[in-house]
């Protein structure tokens, strides 16, 4: 991975929540690539009435042919974000940026660069086609990833098999993990590194298994061009990979822009997190992180935090604390000591409820050899909340077998 950096780069003209039913008909609705979901006709960001009238048009009215890209107003523009950043892997940097990009017609610029509800029946149109071209490229370097147990999303940012995701996805450094492709094939992938101070991890798809072929791969966008009221799209896997379905799409608008956090109004599930956000350019912007107070009110990782974080992650180094999600055994022990005693066990936490007793000998947790309290304490921080890790204790002669499930804190 020596050489595996992101660049900024100047290429011109290229450049997590459970209430599936409901949202799963959402998704379902509008006219749609064939053989996907895809909620076009769903325009979260306005009133129901303004929604129930542009999802009729939008089915009234569906582009009915490629070719109509050329008709009057339709002229491209040129990309949104001038300095979006690539991965390099010590080739060509600006190789990235062909990946999802679609040109903006002028007429669309607008509604593109400040957001807006859409004044006509022929911006909707344009809108509706917009969406359509977006998702078509995107859908194909959305990923659903799984990790033991564990499911959510990716998306793929560059030609040798980078997956950029959540760091609670991501879970911890070097764990195996399965990637399910966009045509359903299946891929075998190792986590890297992970800034959990912003949820963000990376993910690398195993060499040699897509026959010498670039990946398809996203366009990289910034966060620093992104306003209030843009309009956006959500792609992800909700539930894992559905070949009835594939990804999902969900059509909303920025509600809060910082440095820290997006908030949008796209409507994610459960399996959605890790998965790409991306304006109607086909740029990637965002990565889903965390749902708010309800389905329609989630948060999303910056993209530019992954580009400040891209050389740690890449050599497999994680630090920091998901916000609301530190991990936690609830046991006291002696630091100065050459062995991890534990010393105190906290009534109604992880260790407890694993069967860990005051005495015991901390001497593997989750397989990882454990010489002192201090590393006990660092490969608690490497797991996540919920995580059930299998730990090896002395308890007086005996060797004792614990299963423990990780507790937060926050």
Request: charged share 20%; proline share 6%.
């Amino acid at each position: 991975m020596g050489g595996v950096t992101f660049n900024r780069a100047f290429s011109d003209g290229e450049r997590v929540l459970n209430q599936g039913g409901e949202t799963n008909r959402i998704a379902g609705t509008g006219a749609g690539l064939p053989g996907r979901s895809f909620a076009s006709g769903c325009f979260f960001g306005l009133s129901r009435s303004w929604r129930v009238g542009m999802v009729l048009v939008a089915l009234l009215f569906a582009p009915s042919a490629r070719g109509e890209d050329a008709a009057a107003g339709e002229r491209d523009s040129p990309p949104i974000q001038e300095n979006a950043f690539v991965p390099n892997d010590s080739r060509d940097a600006a190789a990235s940026t062909a990946g999802t990009y679609v040109s903006v017609p002028i007429d669309l610029e607008p509604i593109h660069r400040r957001g807006g509800v859409p004044e006509s029946l022929e911006i909707l149109q344009l809108m509706e086609k917009q969406q359509r071209r977006v998702a078509e490229r995107a859908s194909k370097c959305t990923v659903s990833v799984k990790i033991g147990a564990a499911q959510g999303c990716g998306v793929i940012v560059s030609e040798t098999g980078f997956i950029i995701t959540a760091a609670h996805v991501a879970m911890r450094p070097r764990k195996r993990a399965i990637v399910t492709l966009s045509n359903g094939r299946q891929v075998s992938a190792t986590t890297l590194g992970m800034n959990r101070e912003v949820d963000a991890g990376l993910i690398k798809i195993d060499p040699d298994q897509n026959g010498g072929k670039p990946w398809p791969h996203a366009s990289l966008g910034t966060s620093d061009a992104l306003v209030p009221g843009m309009w956006c799209i959500a792609m992800g896997h909700p539930g894992g990979y559905d070949p009835s379905r594939g990804a999902v799409i969900r059509v909303g608008r920025l509600l809060e822009v910082s440095s820290d956090v997006i908030r949008t109004d796209c409507a994610l599930i459960g399996g959605d997190s890790g998965g790409p956000l991306f304006n109607f350019a086909g740029q990637l912007i965002a990565v889903h992180s965390r749902i708010g107070n309800d389905v329609a009110d989630n948060l999303h990782v910056p993209i530019d935090h992954y580009d400040e974080s891209w050389d740690r992650m890449a050599l497999g180094q994680a630090w920091g604390f998901l916000p609301n999600f530190k991990p936690t055994l609830g046991v006291s022990g002696n630091k100065s000591t050459k062995a991890a005693e534990i010393i105190t066990v906290k009534p109604g936490m992880a260790a407890e409820a694993g069967g860990m007793l005051a005495g015991d000998i901390v001497i593997k947790f989750g397989g990882q050899p454990i010489t002192d309290f201090q590393s006990l304490v660092d490969a608690v921080a490497e797991t996540m909340p919920g995580e059930r890790v299998p730990v090896l204790v002395q308890r007086g002669n005996a060797t004792v077998r614990l299963v423990i499930e990780i507790g937060r804190s926050g």
